[in-house]
């Protein structure tokens, strides 16, 4: 071995050794176990800066298919794709109704004006995300996730009516001589230029309405006859029990909890597990399944913002004491994804 | 990144995706250099590593508690590549098979080295003089042979070799605490 033996165990490994020098490290490799056992030392110091530089070329990729397989990554990709999915219905919805009428009445807009056609669209709000809508009269609504709003394509002139299921927050263009009329199956609130909040569950018998500015009539159909039964002014909040039919109207200071969902933050406020679990459910696309009774009677506080729903559960830990466990997403025999069923104790 | 650092710890048990991708991006090569120096085959590790990721996901809680994600990981995939070889092991129906007593034991310190190894050696290489390090880069990195690298930074291919040299040397000195 020459004076270093170390540029010699480089060109060694390089391949750029001659048959003398292999010949010489094989016989000081050898000579003795420490021999040995620096070659080794140097072939890895040798070896694995190219082996890591190998897989680093493919690094990327790696993540991108590791990823397509895990459920919580990849979820949160197909809510992506169903938003688009859902703009692109709409468009094409409008389209088609478009193409219908322009069939149905050529070039005649008198015949159209007088024999009017309502063609209704409907959309439902995907779980996990807030759908944003502007009307043919320029009223923008915000549906909470989940929830459901059915409206004509064209409001007629006398009266503009939309059906909500579910919570939608409403901007209403000011229309005077038309008023705007939000039907939900237990109330219904009729508007007069004004931002609102309405909250309506589709299997339970909650009816909620908020009111930012403007003023709105809470409305009950009876005997084919619109009863008018509150109005609410600014920062009211109302809360209607459709079973003992009664109607308690609060003042409310901060609104925010009420209408922070439409900037996509969730706020509770000494809310009720009932609450809590409605919104999470929609929000998150999950089912809760609440195992300890005496959790119903707990009260939940917390601001929420892009967490995802083990933080949130986690962070609303802090003000109640529960216990939750989160049973992954299984495949069903389609190669559908089930609902990941959140247990609370 | 410390792969001990509470707060990567607990973004992880959180299920933050970045904190994934984080992890993912700093360990991914050096755990495919590690299946790769079991199963001695590239693909195959590649493959070992992946799987671990997906598993190391499910199972993040109970990585968390060790405290370590990367030595975690690091023992998953020992175990899988030893679990792979033994299958095939099997199917050759080759009767010296593997000692039972491979890797499923208490792991030694000797692997808890050769596993950090992989890691510390990139932090190494980035310590180097600056032309040692070109040299080295453009070699073990860039796959440059030494005739280029001479080209490439005007120098001799003497030059090439004692730079390479003394990179290797350094690198020896920097990480002698995991060999033993």
């Known amino acids: 071995m020459e004076k270093d033996p170390v540029s010699l165990l480089a060109r060694y490994f390089e ?5 003398s020098e292999r010949e010489a490290v094989e016989r000081w490799r050898r ?3 420490g021999h040995e056992r620096l070659f080794q030392q140097y072939r890895t110091l040798w070896e694995v800066p190219s082996q890591l530089a190998r897989h680093e070329k493919n690094r990327e990729q790696a993540l991108a298919a590791v990823k ?9 990709r197909r809510v992506y794709l169903l938003r688009y999915a859902a703009a692109a219905a709409l468009f094409i919805g409008l389209i088609l109704s478009g193409f219908f009428l322009g069939r149905s009445f050529p070039g005649d807009t008198s015949l159209r004006q007088r024999d009017e056609t309502v063609v209704f669209q409907h959309v439902t709000a995907n779980s996990g995300m807030v759908t944003r809508l502007t009307l043919a009269d320029g009223t923008e609504v915000t549906l909470f996730p989940g929830s459901e709003l059915t409206f004509p394509l064209h409001f007629n002139a006398q009266e503009r009516t939309v059906q909500l299921s579910g919570e939608g927050f409403f901007r209403i263009t000011h229309d005077e001589k038309s008023p705007f009329i939000v039907r939900t199956d237990k109330l219904d609130v009729r508007v007069l230029g004004t931002v609102f909040d309405v909250r309506t569950g589709k299997d339970d018998n909650l009816f909620e309405a908020v009111l930012v500015e403007g003023r709105i009539a809470l409305q009950k ?3 084919g006859k619109e009863k008018r039964i509150a109005t609410l002014q600014p920062n009211q909040h109302a809360v209607y029990d459709p079973q003992k039919k009664s109607l308690q109207v609060k003042e409310e200071e901060d609104l925010e909890k009420y209408i922070a969902w439409t900037q996509g933050r969730l706020v509770f406020d000494a809310d009720s597990l009932r609450d809590v679990i409605r919104r999470l459910e929609s929000w998150y696309n999950v089912k809760i399944v609440v195992k300890d009774p005496r959790l119903w009677d707990y009260q939940f506080t917390g601001k929420f913002a892009g967490e995802s729903v083990e933080k949130v ?3 609303l830990q802090y003000t109640s004491d529960f216990h ?3 049973q992954q997403e299984r495949i069903d025999k389609n190669g559908y994804y089930s609902k990941k069923v959140i247990e609370l104790y | 990144m410390d792969p001990s650092s509470p707060f990567l710890i607990q973004a992880i048990v959180e299920g933050s995706e970045e904190a994934f991708d984080l992890l993912f991006r700093q360990y991914y090569a050096p755990l495919c250099v590690i299946g790769e120096s079991w199963v001695q085959d590239e ?3 590649r493959c070992i590593v992946q799987e671990c990721f997906i598993k190391f996901w499910e199972k993040r809680h109970e990585a968390a508690r060790i405290g370590n994600l990367y030595g975690y990981l690091a023992h998953m995939v020992r175990n899988r590549c030893i679990d792979h070889l033994r299958q095939q092991e099997t199917e050759r129906r080759v009767k010296e098979a593997l000692p039972r007593d491979t890797g499923r034991g208490p792991v030694t310190e000797e692997q808890v080295m050769a596993d950090e190894l992989t890691v510390r050696i990139g932090k190494a290489i980035e310590q180097l003089p600056p032309r040692c390090r070109t040299a080295f880069v453009l070699s073990r990195r860039e796959g440059l042979t030494y005739p280029q690298i001479a080209e490439k930074m005007g120098i001799s291919l003497k030059g090439v070799e004692a730079l390479i040299a003394r990179a290797l040397k350094s690198l020896r000195e920097e990480l002698s605490d995991y060999f033993r």
């Open chain 1, 324 to 326: 939750f466990r989160v």
């Open chain 2, 43 to 45: 693909d195959t590790a």
């Open chain 1, 31 to 33: 000579e003795d176990a």
């Open chain 1, 68 to 76: 397509r397989e895990i459920p919580a990554f990849r979820r949160r």
């Open chain 1, 15 to 19: 391949g750029h050794a001659s048959p």
């Open chain 1, 313 to 315: 559960l986690k962070l």
């Open chain 1, 221 to 223: 159909k009876e005997e």
